[in-house]
């Protein structure tokens, strides 16, 4: 029997987009298939066939890759789309064009466009198009109307059976695959890695950063058998070198057409350096025998931002915002604290999903941690910070775990911390809040709101 779904109507406002939204599927919950997202973009005119597509997939770093990427295209002088998910702050950052996010109007547009047609794919299928279902094919619509020269398409999860995957990528990126989403994806990375290569597609080429031997192997099944190429991370390009710098590091990348001495990044930490290198590979693939100028790649490289990845909202304190949300997210922004700051203590704020890996996050934080303060988003998937402290106290002892509940008094309460007579350096500590995207984004606006200096940062994406 299908299940009721949404009468379609258009909207008015953004507010009206978002209410339509999330009245269908959440995100969180799947039904392995394309076949709602195909018959939906067979409606629209199959507009993700209108561009090139670079498709990323991988457990952590695509949003900060895709915006690389895009920088870089837009470099070129190429008209990009960016689809990512989830957002930090506000819905529009999922689809951009030209590097921007949709405006409200712009939104509300592209939604509009597509709702008379939810209900003819709702009626005809088992289930209801979904939330994200439903903003991906406004992504592809936006981008055909746009129009754009290359779409730069980051999966919602996974690979084979995202909603992303009805666009054929002449560029696959592969970031590292790790264990994420277990109970969707598996508990092993060679299992989740079969189900991420999807994304692969006959003739294209595959851009793989480092991976596990075991997932490694199954890349290289799956390029044989759709009859892609691929180049890998060390044996066709690589970070040659990397220098931690104020307000990020300096690098030396080589791609796949030459070696690009000395480039200022703007991103703290290997990970952000590694994500550079794949973001230019993928151009590289893209281009073929085009080459690539140095400046060009100079220029954009200096440009590029990553909202909530390891960025800094405030000064004294300074507070740090960070979207890791998986052990292995964790480790990388552990890594660069110690990489690329001198903080003597750092007061962490911490607040997670209750269906992630907490033990694995909370173990990678804690060498680096003077004290953990346990606290929750506004989401009803967030796990609630008692629940957290009591994980965080087996890990990290009862003298370094506090809990309050609330994110703005949780904000307060490490900055107190940070700055009271008991931290070993007053001008050395910091406070870093994480443990999901929707953290990061509230603690982002919080302290926007606090702080006009902040204002600089909140450049969307």
Do not use: C
């Not at 299928?125 to 055909?144: D, G, N, R």
């Amino acid at each position: 029997m299908t299940e009721s779904a949404p009468t379609p109507r258009l909207a008015a406002t953004l507010d009206e987009v978002e209410e339509a939204l999330q009245s269908r599927w959440p995100e969180t919950r799947l039904e392995p298939s394309l076949d709602r997202i195909r018959a939906f973009t067979e409606l629209l005119g199959d507009p993700q066939h209108a561009y090139r597509v670079i498709h990323l997939t991988g457990t952590n770093g695509k949003t900060s890759t895709s915006r690389m990427i895009d920088t870089l295209l837009r470099a070129l002088e190429l008209r990009t789309g960016r689809f990512t998910s989830p957002h930090v702050e506000r819905i529009n950052e999922r689809i951009s064009v030209d590097g921007e996010p949709l405006t409200d109007e712009e939104f509300v547009a592209a939604f509009n466009d597509v709702a008379p047609f939810t209900h003819l794919v709702d009626e005809d299928q088992p289930h209801p198009l979904s939330f994200f279902e439903t903003m991906v094919a406004m992504a592809y619509a936006k981008f055909a109307e746009a129009p754009v020269d290359v779409a730069v398409v980051e999966v919602g999860m996974g690979g084979s059976w995202d909603a992303t995957n009805v666009a054929d990528g002449d560029v696959a990126v592969l970031t590292p695959i790790s264990v994420d989403h277990a109970h969707y994806l598996g508990s092993e990375p060679a299992t989740i890695a079969r189900e991420k290569v999807g994304i692969i597609k006959p003739g294209a080429i595959a851009v793989v950063a480092e991976q596990q031997a075991e997932v490694d192997a199954v890349i290289a099944e799956r390029v044989a058998e759709v009859g892609a190429s691929v180049v890998r991370e060390g044996t066709d390009f690589a970070v040659v070198a990397r220098t931690p710098a104020v307000g990020g590091q300096v690098v030396t990348l080589r791609g796949l057409r030459a070696t690009y001495e000395e480039l200022f990044l703007p991103l703290y930490g290997a990970h952000q350096a590694q994500n550079a290198a794949v973001a230019l590979a993928a151009v590289e693939a893209l281009l073929g025998d085009r080459p690539l100028e140095d400046q060009l790649v100079r220029d954009a490289f200096a440009q590029v931002t990553s909202p909530g990845r390891l960025e800094i909202v405030r000064s004294s304190p300074t507070v740090l915002i960070d979207a890791a949300h998986n052990p292995h997210g964790a480790a990388a922004t552990a890594a660069a604290l110690e990489d690329s700051f001198a903080f003597t203590d750092v007061v962490g704020v911490i607040g997670v999903m209750g269906d992630k890996d907490v033990e694995g996050m909370l173990a990678a934080f804690e060498p680096h941690l003077s004290h953990l303060v346990a606290t929750e988003n506004s989401t009803d998937r967030a796990m609630p910070a008692v629940e957290l402290a009591r994980v965080a106290v087996e890990i990290y002892g009862e003298d370094r775990v506090s809990v309050v509940p609330r994110l703005a008094d949780a904000i307060d309460a490490a900055a107190a911390l940070a700055e009271s007579d008991d931290s070993a350096s007053l001008s050395g500590a910091a406070v870093l809040v994480t443990g999901s995207v929707v953290t990061a984004g509230e603690a982002r606006r919080l302290l926007a709101r606090r702080s006009p200096a902040s204002a600089r940062h909140t450049d969307g994406g």
